[in-house]
């Protein structure tokens, strides 16, 4: 494949592209950089001369007039009321949109100010997010773990006008700090009545009916002076290693992402089905949620609430999706749950599921290897064991299952492709408005996240003797830069124009990427040698499946040691509780040890479990390459690590 590198390469290389743009009858603002740390300020975009990377730019708006205008009938939005199903066309969402964006107006969104969203998954997610753009704001998803204080830094950062709530909990973290936001001129709750009347505070069907003397013209107007090349939405980043970083995308680096995702997966118009549960506030799950679904005129079903907790599967089984993205966690209880189920099985039937697993586990390694040769017994398999299984679990017309967000474990990997559902790895950034590598139908490894969307770019930067080097993104998808903070985006952008992500990784002879580890997390040992942590932790998590999390530590000492959690059940804010969880409880009594919380196991450090844990730390010693890479000491913390602990990033 052949690439031509427009921007970064060639000098004033915007105005070579403009017969493109003008072909395309495209109007984009006047930009002199790649990069951009103001919100009013365009950028140039990566486009290619020509193949992927040259496709006609285009604003939301742009995008979503397009799937109105050929499939406005179809249903664009579910969700539950009462027990029943109500459905959205796409006509209707649109319209409810533009309602939202004339009601935002109304309130005083200025233009290239923020409209902060901080709650679960609903339409009045979509809509507020989705006018607050069509108005000229930046939509900016707010983490809903965030305390007060954190809620302040992104809405005084993003200069928010106003502030989208979910209920009356989350309302009142912002009562608490509104005093503290200079810009804000109102709060809207879009769920449950409004406890109590307070100024500049508005139910959803209040605010819905705002602005409706504001005149369609204006609103247009503000529309079609709109370039792709703007920013639109602010991701915000955890912020664990410091304040948070408001990511800035513009119009085209979604548009254009959305698109090429779908052309990677072969998204059919019309006929894709999504369940929406993951945290919007996430790059990832707006992605596949909003923006790829509405490009493909797919139908988005909302999840409950409590999905993560054990409603998700009945929501699934319900919706029956195309697709399916989960962070690993989620395919982790899955597994959890299927395990716990499995293990009160007679002996009979634990010995026919264990015998279709294995041949369940051939066949998908048989077709990721390209041979397609299916293992004798298989469709018996099939049909007594796989069929049944991922109708269970509500898959059964899912023709692909992702996994993003986070590293999984191989054990995890395989144990779906035993049920013949292979899940497929996907890697990227926030800052490469989510996905920059995929794995799919027509090609995957195991453990590797896969090859470029179509149209996107890698390099590795400065590789060593076994060719890992750090994963540098190139193309349309790539952010315009950090808010206010250009010392950061010089960090995470080169003179080129390429994103340093900080991962190292490497390609296979088949040009798959395997991530090795991150250049901060290298271990240099007091000896003098580069340990990358992340093989050694992933390994113990495949040893030892009760460990949650593993975190080695050694930089500058004489021998590595590990830090373990244990899994346990989580609340609703994603915070860890005292309580193992099932599979854990199982593992202990099959030790012979009655524990069902993390305490009762530090506290007493529980001989058996210290011992298996042991045993698989011994496991994994013996396929260190050097002694250098033994871990000599270990320690179980009292508690896991969490995103609202301050331990993992968001």
């Known amino acids: 494949m052949s690439w031509t590198c427009c921007q970064s390469c060639c000098p004033g290389s915007q105005e070579q592209l403009l017969p493109i743009y003008r072909k395309h009858s495209v109007s984009l603002k006047p930009a002199e950089l790649l990069w951009s740390t103001e919100r009013d300020k365009p950028v140039k975009l990566r486009m290619s001369e020509s193949g992927p990377g040259s496709e006609a730019p285009s604003t939301i708006h742009q995008m979503f007039q397009r799937t109105v205008d050929g499939h406005g009938d179809e ?39 923020g409209v902060g969203i901080l709650g679960f998954n609903s339409p009045q997610w979509f809509i507020a997010d989705i006018g607050c753009i069509m108005a000229g704001g930046l939509a900016t998803g707010v983490y809903t773990t965030n305390t007060p204080e954190a809620c302040q830094f992104v809405a005084h950062n993003c200069e928010a ?75 915000y980043t ?32 019309r006929e894709e089905q999504l369940v929406s549960y993951l945290p919007l506030s996430h790059v990832a799950a707006q992605m596949n949620d909003i923006w790829i679904s509405m490009r493909f005129a797919a139908t988005t079903s909302f999840a409950q609430p409590d999905a993560l907790k054990g409603s998700l599967v009945e929501t699934l089984r319900e ?6 993205l989960g962070v690993p966690r989620v395919w982790e209880k899955m597994q959890e749950r299927m395990k716990e189920l499995g293990s009160k099985s007679t002996a009979l039937r634990r010995q026919v599921a264990d015998r279709a697993k294995a041949l369940g586990l051939q066949a998908s390694y048989n077709e990721m290897n390209g041979t397609n040769v299916v293992p004798w017994g298989f469709s018996l398999a099939n049909k007594l064991v796989f069929t049944k299984v991922r109708f269970a679990l509500g898959l059964d017309r899912c023709k692909a299952c992702y996994t993003g967000a986070a590293p999984i474990t ?72 950090y808010l206010n903070m250009p010392e950061k985006t010089k960090e995470a952008l080169d003179d080129e124009g390429w994103l340093h992500s900080g991962d190292l990784g490497k390609h296979d002879k088949d040009g798959f990427l395997f991530i090795t580890g991150r250049i901060k997390e290298i271990i240099i040992t007091a000896g003098g040698e580069n340990i990358p942590p992340v093989p050694i932790e992933d390994s113990v998590k495949e040893e ?13 000492k004489k021998f590595l040691s590990m830090l373990l959690t244990l899994k346990c059940v989580m609340n609703d804010a994603g915070e860890p509780t005292d309580e193992l969880t099932p599979l854990v409880v199982e593992f202990c009594r099959q030790h012979g040890v009655g524990a069902t919380k993390v305490s009762e196991i530090v506290g007493n450090k529980e001989p058996a479990i210290y011992k298996a844990i042991q045993e698989g730390m011994e496991r994994v010693n013996a396929k260190a390459p050097s002694n250098a890479q033994k871990v000599q000491k270990w320690s179980i913390l009292p508690k896991d690590f969490s995103v609202p602990g301050g331990e993992l990033g968001g």
């Not at 004339?102 to 969104?109: A, E, I, P, Q």
């Open 410 to 481: 191989k054990d995890t990997l395989e144990y779906f492709m035993s049920l013949h559902i292979p899940l497929f790895e996907v890697y990227g950034m926030s800052e490469s408005t989510g996905p920059h590598t995929m794995s799919c139908q027509d090609g995957f490894r195991i453990t590797s996240c896969g090859k470029e969307v179509t149209g996107c770019k890698t390099k590795l930067d400065k590789p060593d003797a076994d060719g890992n080097g750090e994963i540098c993104f190139y193309g349309r998808h790539v952010l315009m830069g």
């Open 238 to 269: 955890s912020g664990t290693t410091g304040n948070p970083k408001g990511v800035m995308l513009s119009h085209d680096n979604i548009t254009w992402i959305a698109n090429a995702v779908g052309t990677t997966t072969h998204l059919k118009m």
């Open 319 to 324: 919706v029956r999706p195309t697709s399916f």
């Open 161 to 235: 006008n106003v502030l989208v709530v979910e209920n009356h909990k989350q309302l009142v973290k912002i009562l608490q700090v509104k005093d503290q936001l200079p810009h804000l001129k109102a709060i809207v709750q879009y769920k449950d009545e409004l406890e109590q009347k307070l100024p500049n505070v508005y139910s959803w069907t209040e605010f819905m009916m705002l602005g409706e003397d504001v005149p369609e013209e204006e609103l247009d107007a503000l529309i079609k002076n709109q370039s792709p090349n703007e920013c639109c939405t602010l991701i």
């Open 75 to 113: 249903p664009a939005l579910r969700w539950k009321e009462d027990g029943k199903w109500i459905t959205m066309t796409y006509k209707e969402y649109l319209l409810q949109c533009r309602s939202a964006a004339k009601s935002f107006l109304k309130l005083g969104l200025e233009r290239y100010h």
């Open 544 to 556: 030892v499946a009760i460990i949650s999390n593993a975190m080695l530590v050694g930089d500058k």
